[in-house]
């Protein structure tokens, strides 16, 4: 996944995707790790042949339950990507309860979930 810092860098630095996370790409490389330890899985455009974003499940902290992460550039929103992924995602989760947690302006995620 190193391979995908440029890409990685492209979304996490937008603002209106992950608040501007990272401001540069040693700040990229920091993010990319966490994804990786969160066991998170990149969300690839084969139609561009780049990284566009990432999705995760992971144990919660505050119950037995699994909680959603995830982010995709702001170039590749409304067209079927999360759906696409998270639907995936789904699929091989079984019958576990996962939160998630939305901010309230957050349209395309309330919609998406």
């Given at each position: 996944?190193?391979?995908?810092?440029?890409?990685?860098?492209?979304?996490?630095?937008?603002?209106?995707?992950?608040?501007?996370?990272?401001?540069?790409?040693?700040?990229?490389?920091?993010?990319?790790?966490?994804?990786?330890?969160?066991?998170?899985?990149?969300?690839?455009s084969h139609l561009h042949q780049k990284?566009?974003?990432?999705?995760?499940?992971?144990?919660?902290?505050?119950?037995?339950?699994?909680?959603?992460?995830?982010?995709?550039?702001?170039?590749?929103?409304?067209?079927?990507?999360?759906?696409?992924?998270?639907?995936?995602?789904?699929?091989?989760?079984?019958?576990?309860?996962?939160?998630?947690?939305?901010?309230?302006?957050?349209?395309?995620?309330?919609?998406?979930?």
């Amino acid at each position: 996944m190193i391979d995908d810092l440029t890409d990685v860098y492209e979304y996490a630095s937008q603002k209106k995707v992950a608040q501007a996370a990272v401001s540069d790409i040693r700040g990229a490389l920091l993010f990319l790790e966490v994804l990786q330890n969160q066991g998170a899985l990149a969300i690839y455009s084969h139609l561009h042949q780049k990284v566009i974003g990432n999705i995760s499940f992971y144990p919660s902290f505050a119950s037995s339950k699994f909680e959603l992460g995830y982010a995709l550039n702001s170039n590749y929103w409304q067209r079927g990507y999360m759906t696409e992924a998270l639907q995936a995602l789904c699929k091989n989760l079984g019958d576990k309860e996962v939160l998630a947690y939305v901010y309230p302006n957050n349209e395309a995620s309330l919609r998406l979930l």
